[in-house]
């Protein structure tokens, strides 16, 4: 796989798809920045990928908290120069079912999963647009398809997220910075080990990451997987409220 990309920084790279790519891009020879909350995780990745003779640069931060992010990203970019691509992969899915909703835990979440990319974003961009290259890819998720029952809140920063990227990428086009918003489906990490709803086509994280490299390498606008469940979201997207509202608790959260 031919990324074209020197660095990258990977946000959420202590476990599951955001160190699964950081492991892949510096197998492919990408100098790569890890950043989370948990610091032995986090080293632990980049021992492996130093092991393999990549190079890695750590700092720990907490996406909550925006002083801490820029804190990281000065850190990050200190350690690998100006970067190429930024992963902004990061995020929580907190249950947000109504019947217990909490305003805090809702804006807990949109600050990890939404508000932080914004602050990775401004952490790179001038640089990209300095040299006129660059390429900012955005986990989102398939949940952002529609709003789910029992994730509302998860499904809102998901779907702001896409938009966001969407409106960033028709601007950024012109100025050569290839914006890619990535909707996985259930992949097999920490945050699904839980198991507390149906989780169909199921991948382990290892070939996720293979698939939005692939899609990263080619500059794609948009990398939505598996297939059969972009299929079945695609039709959910069109079902009518009426009929949503009858089916997909009970679909979802049987
Ligand atoms: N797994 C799926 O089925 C699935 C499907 C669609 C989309 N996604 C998205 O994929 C991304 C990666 O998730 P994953 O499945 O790989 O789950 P994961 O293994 O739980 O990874 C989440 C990552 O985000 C980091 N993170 C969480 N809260 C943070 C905070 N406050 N500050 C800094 N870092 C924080 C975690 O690191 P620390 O805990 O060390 O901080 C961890 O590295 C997420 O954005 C998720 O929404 C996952």
């Known amino acids: 796989m031919r990324i074209g990309a020197e660095t990258a920084i990977i946000t ?9 790519l ?15 909350r948990r610091e ?16 890695a640069v750590v700092a720990t931060g907490d996406a909550a908290d925006p002083t801490s992010t820029r804190a990281a990203f ?15 992969n990061a995020g ?20 990890i999963n939404l508000t932080s990319v ?45 938009a966001l990227l969407e409106g960033m990428r028709a ?6 910075i290839s914006v890619t918003a990535v909707h996985p489906g259930f992949v097999r990490t920490p945050m699904t080990a839980d198991g ?19 899609g990263v390498a080619r500059g794609k606008r948009r990398v939505d997987f598996p297939w059969p469940m972009v299929g079945v979201l695609r039709l959910v997207q069109l079902m009518p409220g009426w009929l949503y509202d009858r089916i997909a608790d009970r679909l979802v959260n049987p």
């Open 12 to 20: 959420g790279a202590s476990s599951g798809i955001g160190a699964e």
């Open 22 to 36: 950081a492991r892949q891009l510096a197998a492919a020879g990408v100098r790569v920045g890890l950043t989370a």
């Open 40 to 55: 032995v995780e986090l080293e632990a990745v980049a021992r492996t990928i130093r092991d393999a003779g990549g190079v």
């Open 74 to 88: 000065a850190r990050l970019i200190d350690g690998l120069g100006p970067i190429d691509l930024l992963i902004a």
């Open 92 to 111: 929580t899915g907190a249950d947000s079912r109504a019947v217990r909703f909490s305003a805090e835990g809702f804006d807990h979440m949109v600050r």
């Open 118 to 162: 914004g602050y990775a974003i401004e952490a790179v961009l001038p640089s990209m647009l300095e040299r006129g290259r660059g390429q900012i890819v955005g986990i989102s998720s398939l949940a952002s398809y529609r709003g789910l029952p029992g994730s509302a809140g998860y499904s809102a920063t998901k779907a702001g997220l896409t």
């Open 171 to 176: 601007e950024l086009f012109a100025k050569n």
């Open 196 to 214: 507390g709803h149906r989780q169909p086509f199921m991948m382990d994280a290892d070939r996720a990451a293979r698939i939005i490299l692939r």
